[in-house]
């Protein structure tokens, strides 16, 4: 099975900082990749689908791209709000894995 | 407005078998895609199962040949009955809906399964 990489495991930036997270597939799958948010207690939110299609009510300061093996979430300029677990799942086929999760902090 | 309602979490033992129940409501399970997820305490998300609005169904390794997931069109209910249960499985179980094919639009509340002695 396919099996997917997350880095890093969690990161500390500060307001307004652009923040990367990157996913990698152990093999291609595409473009299908969608990223979710899970706040501290709260269900996991749909971010991103189809590695760069936001979904509807998603602030723009959410991005995706990448393509195969290797993909990106960026968040333009980190907000408060945005404090989070952030995991990537692979859905090209069955199992539909998810990475390991990247913890978000404000520093 | 969607609503995915689990329930069915239960403290059990070691070897034990129980049954998850995810009761829909302004989403049609034998429709749609849905699938359960699970994640430990203080742990991440792990993808479980999915039934296809075609009626395939597939599995993680982790659960296949333990676990089954179904659903019952006239209760529009999804199911995952899980056996031989260890306390490796213990977790919060969420159902998860969507329109389409890979993602979750919806996610249901979650129940826990704790499985101890």
């Known amino acids: 099975d396919i099996q997917m990489t997350q880095s890093p495991s969690s990161l500390s930036a500060s307001v307004g900082d652009r923040v990367t997270i990157t996913c990698r597939a152990s093999q291609g799958i595409t473009n299908y990749l969608a990223w979710y948010q899970q706040k501290p207690g709260k269900l996991p939110n749909l971010l991103i689908y189809?590695?760069?299609t936001l979904q509807s009510g998603v602030p723009s300061r959410f991005s995706g791209s990448g393509s195969g093996t290797d993909f990106t979430l960026t968040i333009s300029s980190l907000q408060p709000e945005d404090v989070a677990t952030y995991y990537c799942q692979k859905y090209n086929s069955a199992p539909w894995t998810f990475g390991q999760g990247t913890k978000v902090e404000i520093k | 407005e969607v609503q995915l309602v689990a329930t069915g979490g239960d403290l059990i033992q070691p070897g034990g078998s129980l049954r998850l129940s995810c009761a829909a409501s302004g989403f049609t399970v034998s429709s749609n895609y849905l699938s359960w997820v699970r994640q430990a305490p203080g742990k991440g998300l792990e993808w479980l199962s999915v039934i296809y609005s075609g009626g395939g169904t597939y599995y993680a390794d982790s659960v296949k040949g333990r676990f089954t997931i179904s659903r019952d069109s006239s209760q529009n209910t999804l199911y995952l009955q899980m056996n031989s249960l260890t306390a490796g499985d213990t977790a919060v179980y969420y159902c998860?809906?969507?329109?389409?094919?890979?993602?979750?639009?919806?996610w249901g509340q979650g129940t826990l399964v704790t499985v101890s002695s």
């Open positions: 189809a590695a760069y």
């Open positions: 998860a809906g969507g329109y389409s094919y890979g993602y979750v639009d919806y």
